[in-house]
């Protein structure tokens, strides 16, 4: 490991984040595939989208899919590496999650670790935003993409929350609130540094060399299209893994897709409250993050918040995710 590397994971472990530059009027965004592919006309509508915010759409050089991955391995890594080395651009866009991320993480090397870029997704971006946290302290986005969320609109059902995107991407003077627009399952308030993503893909981060240390953390967990059992399986695993030990909260999504195997039987809410509920810190549930129906809201990943469980819950983000 190079002694900048090393220092960069040193200042993740502490938890100190590196922050990419805000995003402001004619920032360019460059489209980005590292998991599947999307269709062509919702990535269009996306891009018009964040013209309409006043940002630039570069022009990116189309992948050839494979299965369900948007391109080969190697053209996908170096579209990804080749960006990030660009001086013209501001920042990717995802253009949807999948599944792909992960095989870009081995031997993936970062030239210019010390100086990030905003990287905007969820999903299966939850893969990659671990892996930069882990290697490299970079803040994470974990919001709408080109065709995932941004090409329904704002405010729009299946779309994003536009005032929560432009805070965490452009916001550099103090914090912002966020409505959580969830239920409150355990109350209380807390403060920590806000981490996690799309469950499936935190849990698979357990032993690799990304694997997050949620200790301190407010822990941000969603997914859709599991069954309950399935998502009792998979807190048990973090559980029994150590990650809950030291968590000071939880802002879990709505988790479209996965009802009960029958009437009467346990709930996905049961599962949480069961499980999360024992551990007695502050907990919300049914936040619009991530896999939602609702206008997505967009949250900064390794940043210090405060949450407040009560009613619908708070997430006051405390720091800004950018600098100037």
């Known amino acids: ?10 200042r993740s472990m502490a938890g100190e984040g590196r922050k990419p530059r805000a995003l402001n009027s004619g920032s360019v965004l460059m489209p980005f595939a590292p998991a599947s592919p999307a269709e062509f006309s919702k990535v269009l509508a996306g891009a018009e989208e964040l013209r309409n915010l006043g940002f630039h759409v570069a022009d990116s ?3 050839t ?6 391109g080969a391995l190697t053209s996908r890594r170096n579209e990804l590496l080749n960006e990030l080395e660009r001086d013209d651009v501001d920042a990717l866009v995802a253009i949807r999650g999948g599944y792909g991320s992960n095989y870009l993480l081995d031997n993936l090397a970062i030239e210019r670790a010390h100086a990030p870029k905003v990287i905007l997704g969820y999903s299966d971006l939850t893969s990659l935003q671990a892996y930069l946290w882990k290697q490299y302290s970079w803040i994470g986005f974990y919001g709408p993409m080109l065709a995932a969320g941004l090409e329904a609109g704002d405010g729009a059902a299946n779309g994003y929350d536009r005032e929560s995107l432009l805070a965490a991407v452009g916001k550099t003077d103090g914090g912002w609130m966020l409505r959580l627009r969830g239920e409150t399952l355990v109350g209380g308030e807390t403060e920590g540094r806000v981490l996690g993503g799309c469950m499936t893909l935190v849990e698979t981060t357990l032993g690799t060399p990304w694997e997050l ?3 301190g953390a407010i822990l941000l967990l969603e997914d859709r299209g599991m069954k309950p059992w399935q998502v009792d399986r998979a807190l048990m695993h973090l559980k029994q893994a150590g990650k809950f030990e030291e968590v000071r909260g939880f802002v879990l999504g709505e988790f479209p897709d996965c009802g009960p195997l029958m009437s009467g039987s346990a709930t996905v809410q049961d599962v949480c409250r069961r499980i999360l509920g024992a551990l007695g810190v502050p907990l919300v549930y049914g936040a619009a993050v991530g896999h939602t129906a609702r206008p997505m809201l967009t949250v900064p990943l390794g940043v210090k918040a405060h949450l407040r469980a009560e009613a619908e819950g708070q997430l006051e983000i405390l720091e800004p995710a950018v600098v100037p």
């Open 61 to 63: 050089t189309p992948l």
């Open 1 to 10: 490991m190079s002694v900048r590397a090393s220092e960069l994971q040193t």
């Open 65 to 70: 899919p494979e299965g369900y991955f948007a």
């Open 213 to 215: 240390d949620t200790r």
